[in-house]
């Protein structure tokens, strides 16, 4: 199995998020400047307007967030070569149907979805049946994994999850390992 991460590996989500902050909480910050993973320290909100913030990206944008490119065609060929590759999101359980649904627009609607709270405390047990532990990901037998996160990153080091490689961009910056820009390099590496 292979780990891919969802928001900023498979969609360019920070984008979509940088537009929503500009437009509807007038929070102008260039793309190259995100370099933090935390909302609340990128658009300076407090935590009842970050809190707001995500709730209507979630409502009004979630289903609209543009494919990194090149993602859905490396996932479809693996797809199509016996490879399996899950997503594995950070994303909030109530937002897995607009999840699936975004996938299935794209010709993946059948790959699998895991939840998992990668930003909160490593061992972090949820009362929410849909939240896999990050630690149970160890036992599934993921042999690869595509992250952006700095403290998933962590994760998958602290755990010895699997070999990974980090989705460049401006927040995981500081972030050492096995750095891609693009898709074309995962397949390779991949291949």
């Not at 037998?141 to 992250?147: L, Q, T, W």
């Amino acid at each position: 199995m292979l780990y891919i991460d969802l928001d900023d590996c498979v969609c360019d989500t920070y984008i979509s998020l940088g537009e929503f902050a500009r437009e509807r909480f007038g929070r102008d910050v260039a793309y190259e400047n995100m370099r933090d993973y935390d909302l609340r320290v990128t658009f300076s909100f407090d935590e009842e307007t970050y809190r707001r913030f995500m709730r209507e990206f979630h409502e009004k944008r979630l289903a609209q967030i543009p494919e990194t490119p090149g993602a859905v065609g490396v996932l479809k060929r693996w797809i199509a070569d016996g490879r399996e590759p899950v997503i594995v999101t950070g994303r909030p359980t109530y937002s897995h149907d607009l999840t699936r649904r975004w996938l299935a627009a794209r010709g993946l609607g059948e790959m699998r979805i895991l939840h998992v709270d990668k930003y909160a405390k490593l061992f972090n047990d949820s009362p929410d049946p849909m939240i896999t532990p990050f630690p149970a990901l160890k036992g599934m037998g993921f042999e690869f994994a595509v992250e952006d996160s700095p403290n998933a990153v962590r994760m998958i080091r602290e755990t010895g999850l699997c070999p990974y490689v980090i989705f460049s961009r401006p927040w995981n910056a500081g972030v050492e390992g096995v750095r891609v820009n693009g898709w074309g390099e995962i397949e390779g590496m991949v291949r």
